[in-house]
C-alpha cells in the first residue's frame, strides 16, 4: 500500500519569508515517482513537479527548490521569498512503478502569504 | 493542446436524486481518472480507464456510484441516489501512459453539494 503524509496542515508568513512544505511518503514499489501540485482557490490542480526515484539529486526552479531524500522518504518543498499568489494548498502525491500516473495524495498543506 | 474539459462546473441536488458528471479527457490519452476530493482532504481516485476498460475501480461505492468511458475517449461519472457524504469536487484527469514519465492533467473538476 502507498502512502503520503504532509503533517502540516495550515502555515502562515508574510510575503518574502521563505517557507517549506513537508512531504513523507511509504512504498514498497522500488520504483516510484513524486510529485507535487498546487491548488490554488480556482481549484484546478497545477503540476509543479515530478521525480523519480532513481534521482535524488535535488532542483530549482526559479524560488521553487526541492529536496528528495531517500533514507528518510522525505520530498521536501520550499519557497523562497514567498508571494501574496503563492497562497494556495499545495499536494505532495506518489504513483508506483506499475501504477502509471495513477497518484496517492496528501491530505495538502494550505499556505497562506500575507502581505 | 486543449485541456481535460469538466460539465458541470457546479452542481446542488437534494439528496436521494441522481446526477452525472462528464469528462473529455486530452485528445490521445488512453488512460481516464475520477477523482473524488472532499473538502479539506486530498483527491482520492474513483476509477481508472485504460481506452474502455477498467483498470482500478476498487474505490468506487458500486452501490451509488457508475462509470463508463465509450469509445475511448469521453466518460460520465454518474451518483444514484445520492447522499450528503457525497459533496466533494470531481476531477477527472487524463494521462499518456507507456512513455517512461508518468503525467497527469487534471480538469477543472465539478463541485457536487447534495443538501
Known amino acids: 500500500a502507498q502512502k503520503v503524509t504532509q503533517a502540516q496542515t495550515e502555515i502562515s508568513v508574510v510575503e518574502k519569508e521563505d517557507v517549506t512544505l513537508d512531504c513523507v511518503y511509504e512504498?514498497?514499489?522500488?520504483?516510484?515517482?513524486l510529485f507535487w501540485y498546487k491548488q490554488p482557490p480556482s481549484g484546478e490542480l497545477v503540476f509543479l513537479i515530478r521525480?523519480?526515484?532513481?534521482?535524488?539529486q535535488n532542483e530549482i526552479s526559479g524560488r521553487y527548490s526541492w529536496n528528495f531524500q531517500k533514507s528518510t522518504s522525505s520530498f521536501n518543498f520550499t519557497i523562497t521569498a514567498s508571494q501574496v499568489v503563492d497562497s494556495a494548498v499545495y499536494f505532495c502525491a506518489l504513483s508506483g512503478i506499475n501504477s502509471g500516473s495513477r497518484l496517492t495524495f496528501g491530505e495538502g498543506t494550505q499556505l497562506t502569504v500575507n502581505p | 493542446e486543449a485541456g481535460v474539459a469538466q460539465s458541470p462546473r457546479y452542481k446542488i441536488i437534494e439528496k436521494r436524486q441522481s446526477v452525472a458528471f462528464w469528462c473529455n479527457p486530452i485528445s490521445g490519452h488512453a488512460t481516464l481518472y475520477w477523482y473524488q476530493q472532499i473538502l479539506g482532504q486530498g483527491p482520492k481516485l474513483l476509477i481508472q480507464f485504460q481506452n474502455n476498460g477498467v483498470v482500478d475501480d476498487s474505490q468506487l461505492p458500486k452501490d451509488r456510484f457508475s462509470a463508463e468511458r465509450l469509445k475511448g475517449v469521453d466518460s460520465t461519472l454518474k451518483i444514484q441516489p445520492a447522499k450528503l457524504e457525497d459533496s466533494a469536487v470531481y476531477l477527472c484527469?487524463?494521462?499518456?501512459?507507456?512513455?517512461?514519465?508518468?503525467?497527469?492533467?487534471f480538469g477543472s473538476g465539478t463541485r457536487l453539494t447534495v443538501v
Open positions: 484527469a487524463s494521462s499518456l501512459d507507456g512513455v517512461g514519465r508518468p503525467h497527469c492533467t
Open positions: 521525480r523519480n526515484s532513481f534521482d535524488e
Open positions: 512504498t514498497r514499489d522500488t520504483t516510484y515517482y
